[in-house]
């Protein structure tokens, strides 16, 4: 079964403006982390924000906030006021420590394009 | 700061071949992780280790072996190449600390089975 969801292949987003990342996860564990990483052209793999399932606060980190829902399962991430070079390939990820030996468990990935 | 290292960057193959990937980490994380990304996919574990001597498979462990014989090298071998195995690999290593714990990774080796 699939564990992390990220149902948008693709986005265009005008610079400046904000963009939302769709990310849902399945996971039977009560602690979890979850993760997001920007995967640029050049191939690199950038960790971004990380959010803990046990943390009250959304993670913010600059312009990158996570809007996590527990009870929806969901840990979207904004980009806000986007640039030129937010233009890369995102990935959420999740780790289960419990159950799955630390595995980093990715989803399919969201391709942003920022137009200028 | 070198992080993780991967290398090659970028493997040419004939099917048959076989060839290894190395990685090495400077951090001493205990955690490193092989991932094979393909379009449309994200990235999926092949094999990974929690700490020197163990190894584990993942989801696509078939036709790769590992070994962890120090902390800082983790290498992939491919053992007989196929064209299945075009793919780009991610090298990636952490501590083990519960969940908050941010996997680092390698620039990535692109590699071409003909």
């Known amino acids: 079964a699939q564990k992390i969801t990220q149902t948008q292949p693709g986005m265009f987003v005008q610079e400046k403006e904000a963009v939302t990342l769709d990310c849902t996860y399945d996971?039977?564990?009560?602690?979890?982390?979850l993760f997001w990483y920007k995967q640029p052209s050049s191939g690199e793999m950038i960790f971004l924000i990380y959010?803990?399932?046990?943390?009250?606060q959304n993670a913010t980190e600059g312009r990158y906030s996570l809007n996590f829902q527990k009870a929806r399962k969901s840990a979207n991430l904004v980009i806000s006021a986007s640039q030129l070079g937010d233009s890369a390939m995102y990935f959420c990820?999740?780790?289960?420590?419990?159950?799955?030996?630390?595995?980093?468990?990715f989803g399919a990935g969201t391709t942003v394009t920022v137009r200028a | 700061n070198a992080g993780v290292t991967q290398t090659p960057k970028f493997q040419v193959l004939k099917t048959g071949q076989s060839m290894t990937l190395q990685c090495a980490q400077d951090?001493?994380?205990?955690?490193m992780s092989w991932y094979r990304q393909d379009p449309g996919m994200g990235l999926r574990l092949i094999h990974y280790?929690?700490?020197?001597?163990?190894?584990d498979q993942g989801e696509v462990p078939n036709g790769y072996n590992v070994s962890r014989s120090t902390t800082e090298d983790f290498p992939l071998r491919l053992l007989s190449a196929a064209p299945s195995q075009t793919s780009v690999y991610f090298c990636?290593?952490?501590?083990?600390?519960?969940?908050?714990?941010?996997?680092?990774f390698g620039q990535g080796t692109r590699l071409t089975v003909v």
């Open positions: 996971t039977s564990d009560q602690s979890y982390g």
């Open positions: 951090m001493n994380h205990e955690y």
């Open positions: 280790s929690v700490g020197a001597g163990i190894t």
């Open positions: 959010q803990g399932s046990y943390d009250e």
């Open positions: 990820a999740m780790r289960e420590p419990r159950s799955n030996d630390y595995k980093l468990s």
């Open positions: 990636a290593s952490s501590y083990l600390q519960g969940a908050k714990t941010e996997a680092f």
